[in-house]
């Protein structure tokens, strides 16, 4: 490990721990951290512009900074103003988190670090030990509040550091990794309550995922909201009859976004396991008429009370998905009009690229555009949302069936973002169809994990090369303002910010800045380390404005490869943080 290092003015030595590398300053006069102060609920709700606290900045999923010295004008001057190399070992579809000019950073390797968001310096860094026979891999997001900066491991841990110095204050075990269960994404703090979905629940465990509520100051579990239905109940009969241990599935991707005025955290669930649906038992419908197979809460948006846990509501937009289409993701909160009324709207796109907007007081059902292109939905009830399914696309135990998109989706975890300068919804995306191959179970062999399908990947037919784009929707008519395409995938979430800029990353290693009315590119970086699969953000330091995004360890998305295997990447290079300024 790292041991006594010189930084740029700052002489920091290492803290003995068994766990922890604390890095501190010998000329604490200088150090920025010094002057950190605490986050409260007020600031969660509405943070400074220059800090970026929670995984898509705000409580509504947004993703969008108020920050404008960068702007349409001057952004074609913008430069690299430091970088920081990370751990190797693991893809890290990271966002970093920034609170008063310090910018933290989590690893795949579980290296967790402060650093000064002006100069790139190192300040602390600590270290959770992950067991031996758990791979590396980053989480996508973490959180910050009051003196705490909260992390979830890939072993299905929740631990809180001291945000000044690094020093752990809590370690909660909230699910065994023996068993598969693991963190994918962070946890989002609403009204004092750590908020955390569980993943990796395709192991054959019964009874899927679920969303815990821990407190803050302990990391005691308050609540838990299972994912998978259960009980005599409408939607615990809606497992075709199916017993708990034969329920897998429904895992808790991402955490979601939360309503202060409500209370409530809007959170969406994947799909169910195996993906066929004959070998997960979901067909032949049962004859019982109290008994559906509509898999709940599989592929649904829950509205989860934050200080009880209560499900107050939940709404299934895809029902039985036998092709990995889940509608996993951020959900974004907006007031805008539909048919001429003030709606408050929770507004999610899947897999399969359609958005879908709902009443987030109610859960009723608003409206649905369709973006990129796709053959498995063949229609949409105006009214209900309810979908018609195209038969053809099903996957059928000894047939190859033809489906766009593939599994990945048009749409994936790379988030949407929106603008209320714009009123305008920026979406990455990606155009692509599979061959799909159902992997039956041999005679008497037990399920015990995995989707049990093979996706051959393909491009479009009727596409014209260019496989990746980012999509400008306005949200007040749901109209197309205007569309980006290029050859290679768009691989990272968008970021909108008030100068006008839309920044993007994509698999060829190139970050751009596209305009926020026009989609036209105003600047674009020289290829960087490897492909940009992660989650960019803005932020202010020392009074100036830097945009940083994370470049990946070797490629996360490398089932992209066959659609552009002129795209070659770098097997070894580390993860690496970029941060552009415009210059002095």
Known sequence: MMGTRKL?????????????LSMQTAMAQDNPIDSLTPVTDEMLADPPDGDWLMWRRTYDGWGYSPLDEINKD?????????????????RSQETPLVHDGILYL????????????????????????L???????????????????????????????DAKTGQLIWDKQVANYEHGFAFSSGPIVANGVVVQGMTSCSNAQPGGCFFTGHDVDTGEELWRVHTIARGDTPEGNSWNGLPLESRHGASAWITGSYDPEQN???????????????????????SDPNVTNEALYTNSTLAIDVTTGELEWYHQYLETDSLDLDYAYERILVDLPFNGEMRQQV?????????????????????AQETAPQNVV???????????????????????????????????????????????????????CSNTTVNPLDPGEIYTGGGLQTFARVPHPDGDGNIGQVRAINLTDQS?????????????????????????????????ALDDETGEVLWESGPLSNSLESFPISYEAGGKQYVAVVANWASGLGRLASLTPDIRLPADNPATLYVFALPD
């Open 8 to 20: 740029l003015g700052f002489l920091a030595i290492a803290a003995s721990s068994a766990s922890l």
């Open 74 to 90: 001057n952004v074609g001057d913008l430069q690299l103003a430091w970088a920081w190399g990370m751990s190797p070992g693991g």
């Open 106 to 129: 989590q690893n795949s390797s579980h290296l967790i670090q402060a650093l000064d968001g002006a100069t790139g310096d190192l300040i602390w860094e600590y270290e959770y030990e």
């Open 131 to 161: 067991p031996d026979d758990v791979n590396p891999s980053g989480e996508r997001s973490k959180a910050i509040y009051d003196d705490k900066l909260i992390i979830a491991t890939r072993d299905a841990h929740l631990i809180a550091l």
């Open 264 to 286: 409530l955290i809007f959170a969406g669930v994947g799909q169910p396991y195996p993906w066929n649906v004959e070998i997960a038992g979901l067909t032949p419908p049962s």
């Open 347 to 367: 507004v999610t796109t899947g897999k399969i690229g359609i958005i879908e907007s709902l009443d987030r007081t109610t859960g009723e059902w608003l409206w």
């Open 378 to 432: 063949l229609s949409i009830d105006p009214d209900t949302g309810e979908k018609e399914i195209n038969p053809e696309v099903i996957p059928v135990i000894g047939e190859t069936t033809f489906n766009c998109p593939a599994d990945p989706g048009a749409k994936a975890w790379q988030a949407t973002a929106y603008s209320p300068r714009t009123e305008t919804l920026y979406l990455p995306t990606v155009e692509f």
């Open 480 to 512: 197309e303002v205007w569309q980006y395409r290029q050859y290679a995938p768009i691989t990272s979430s968008t970021l909108p910010t008030a100068g006008g800029v839309v920044f993007v990353g994509s698999l060829d290693r190139k970050f751009m």
